[in-house]
């Protein structure tokens, strides 16, 4: 059964930084695409950033340059190391493992930047 668990939200200043993780068990995330995304309040889901199997990193263009991803195989976790928060970023951010269009999610976690 695979699972997927968030960690790593939480309130922050504008300006500041959090790294989201997320543990996948019933899976080696090795040979999924594993990314984020984020939904904020009334708004629709939307993609942050992802990482396929072969190692390329991609990011909406709103966070290119703040926000990186990267994986640790041996943990079998995934990563979002997010800097330069603003305010805008302020929303429940969902980890995803993705195999062949088959897709798993995670629960989320809550970010949120105060201004």
């Known amino acids: 059964q695979v699972q997927l668990v968030e960690s790593g939200g939480g309130l922050v200043q504008s300006g500041g930084s959090l790294r989201l993780s997320c543990a996948a068990s019933g899976m080696i995330i090795s040979s999924y695409s594993m990314g984020w995304y984020r939904q904020a309040p009334g708004e629709l889901r939307e993609l942050v950033s992802f990482i396929t199997a072969d190692g390329t990193a991609n990011y909406v263009d709103s966070v290119k340059g703040r926000f990186t991803i990267s994986i640790d195989n041996a943990k079998n976790e995934v990563y979002l190391q997010m800097n330069s928060l603003k305010p805008e970023d302020t929303a429940v951010y969902y980890c995803?493992?993705?195999?062949?269009?088959?897709?798993?999610w995670g629960k989320g976690t809550l970010v949120t930047v105060s201004s």
């Open positions: 995803y493992a993705e195999l062949r269009t088959r897709y798993y």
